[in-house]
């Protein structure tokens, strides 16, 4: 059913979480899986030596950030390519799916909260706005309520 699984990376543990639902999916369909990363560099008040200077660096950091993903996916069997774009990631992402005929993109997602959607979040624009189905894995973070006892809370207090 899915042969071709395009997966939105953008450096963070969040985003890799994916990989595993992924790996599964991919071997289930004998799918080809493609890592992307859209650069996306916010013009500023920055010089055009910087700015340029700064695009160059994120390109080599991207690609070797997806070589890493893709070796271990490969290592599993699972046939892997990559891509880094620069640009809009939401604009990048549907766009590349619909190029590159993708069946399926999927990405890791997390709410603020009791909400589930963060309007104006990256998977929000994907889901919306996509031509291909997409995949959304909620990513739970706990992270536990502070304690009076915590140093946050006793600092500088005998």
């Avoid at 953008?10 to 985003?15: H, Q």
């Avoid at 640009?87 to 005929?101: D, F, L, M, N, V």
């Avoid at 993109?105 to 997390?110: E, F």
């Amino acid at each position: 059913m899915f042969q071709k699984i395009l997966v939105p990376l953008d450096g963070s543990e969040l985003a890799a979480k994916i990989l595993p639902q992924v790996l599964e999916l991919a071997k289930t369909h004998q799918a080809e899986v493609t890592l992307l990363h859209v650069c996306y560099t916010e013009i500023g008040e920055a010089s055009p030596g910087v700015m340029t200077q700064a695009a160059s660096h994120e390109t080599k950091w991207c690609e070797a950030f997806l070589s890493r993903a893709a070796q271990e996916l490969n290592a599993q069997g699972v046939k892997t390519i990559t891509a880094c774009v620069e640009g809009s990631p939401p604009r990048e992402i549907i766009g590349y799916a619909a190029t590159h005929k993708m069946d399926l993109i999927a990405m890791a997602t997390h709410g603020k909260g009791e909400v589930a959607w963060v309007l104006g979040s990256v998977a929000e624009k994907v889901v919306t706005h996509a031509t291909v189905p997409v995949l959304l894995f909620r990513v739970m973070e706990f992270k536990p309520p502070l304690f009076k006892e915590d140093p946050i809370f006793t600092r500088g207090l005998p």
